[in-house]
């Protein structure tokens, strides 16, 4: 699939951003520059969906396995990483060729890689993103910007989630007056939410939510087997379910929710395992109906951690939407009950609204930090990931 927004001008620079999210569904690619202002221009996009086998292969090395030595997770994971660069690498020379630039019109890709392991409360924290970037910078001749979370990890921060400096960026409304709070909420595999308060004395918060769209898409494909989609297509199904309270309850009552952030989460922690444990606590549910609660469920935790962190201003809050779950229309129906059940008043939006594509915000996040790179900004938010300090984020390989 491949969307075009303009046509990219032969005498500017860019950077791409690649984006690989925990759905595993695909490769997004978006082309940016920059003007004298700093001010971001994006100019064209890419996808590549991948095929199942290298979903299959990505998805599981999420959790850990006790499989023989032979195929073993250390074979298979570096296999993946060189596969993957090659697959990206694939990417970026077709969506170069579709846009008649060459790599000399790229000053670097900023890469953000595939996540198969986060464990940042482990006791030696570390983060895994696979996809190569040297293999990358080699086929493509273009330098690479990758490994954006190791340093903030070093420096004893979560690593995720690493776009509020970049919706900050973007999207704050700050004023003393006439301000107004904005939320973003990254719907992927994991959802993250970012609060940008209006008053600037306040600090902005980001981290994880819990659930987006990757344990809705586990339990579907797991019911599923025959569908031609691997996900609940606008959320048709989870609208043919009701709603268990029973479960419902079940779901909130997972410590995640109580956890105060800096927090940070994936896969390796809200999968099928986690849910069938859930399940067996409960009486038992219908498949849709699970669906449906699961739904509700993605809808409910964001939409609570929005309600903690507004302020007291009477303006109306503003929430920006992006990633897949955008188009799951049963997870709108739900965030849009559930905000509005508040006193409070609250805008739903798409970061269209901002000209940001909700599909590419993710990919355009990451030119704009292998930017940040090369301008040495501090890109990097210690009161978001609980790290010691700022830094620039990211390292360079050279083709
Ligand atoms: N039409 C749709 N209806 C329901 N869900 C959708 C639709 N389109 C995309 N999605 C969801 O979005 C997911 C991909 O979202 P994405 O933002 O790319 O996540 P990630 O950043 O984790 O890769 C898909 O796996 C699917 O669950
Ligand atoms: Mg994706």
Not at 176 to 186: A, R
């Amino acid at each position: 699939m491949i969307n075009k927004k303009s046509n990219p001008d032969k005498n500017k620079q860019y950077y791409i951003g690649l984006m690989s999210g925990t759905s595993a569904d695909g490769i997004d690619l978006a082309l940016v520059s920059f003007d004298e202002n700093k001010k971001l221009n994006h100019h064209a996009s890419y996808y590549q969906a991948y095929c199942n086998d290298t979903a299959d292969k990505i998805t599981a090395l999420y959790t850990p396995d006790n499989s023989p030595p032979q195929s073993s997770e250390i074979d298979r994971a570096f296999a993946l990483d060189v596969e993957l660069a090659q697959l990206f690498a694939k990417a970026i020379t077709t969506f170069l060729s579709q846009e008649q630039l060459s790599s000399n019109d790229i000053i670097a890709i900023g890469s953000h890689g595939q996540t198969i392991r986060h464990r940042p409360l482990a006791k030696y924290p570390f983060t895994l993103q696979i996809g190569c970037c040297q293999t990358l910078a080699t086929l493509t001749d273009i330098r690479v910007i990758g490994q954006f979370r190791r340093k903030d990890m070093a420096l004893g921060g979560q690593g995720a989630p690493l776009v509020p400096a970049f919706h900050q960026t973007i999207f704050s409304e700050t004023s003393l007056e006439n301000g107004c709070d904005v939320f973003v909420v990254n719907i992927g595999g994991i959802s993250n939410l970012t609060f940008l308060p209006a008053n600037e004395r306040m600090k902005v918060i980001g981290y994880d939510t819990g659930t987006g769209n990757a344990l809705m898409d586990d339990w579907f494909q797991l019911h599923n087997p025959n569908s031609s989609s691997k996900y609940d297509k606008n959320g048709s199904w989870a609208a043919s379910g009701t709603i268990n309270d029973d479960l419902l309850k079940q779901l909130l009552s997972d410590d995640y929710f109580q956890l105060v952030p800096p927090k940070s989460t994936g896969r390796e922690y809200f999968h099928l395992p986690w849910l069938e444990r859930q399940l067996s606590k409960v009486s038992p549910v219908t498949n849709q109906d699970v669906q449906a609660t699961l739904t509700a469920f993605t809808a409910i935790t964001i939409v609570n951690a929005i309600k903690q962190h507004s302020s007291n201003r009477k303006n109306i809050t503003k929430v920006y939407l992006c990633g897949g779950g955008v188009h799951n229309k049963s997870l709108k129906v739900q965030l849009n009950q559930q905000l509005q059940s508040s006193p409070k008043n609250y805008d739903l939006l798409l970061t269209n609204q901002k000209d940001i594509d909700s599909d590419q915000l993710e990919a355009i996040a990451f030119a704009w930090l292998a930017f940040a790179y090369d301008k040495k900004f501090l890109s990097s938010m210690p009161a978001v990931t609980g790290a010691s300090k700022s830094c620039t984020l990211g390292n360079d390989f050279f083709p």
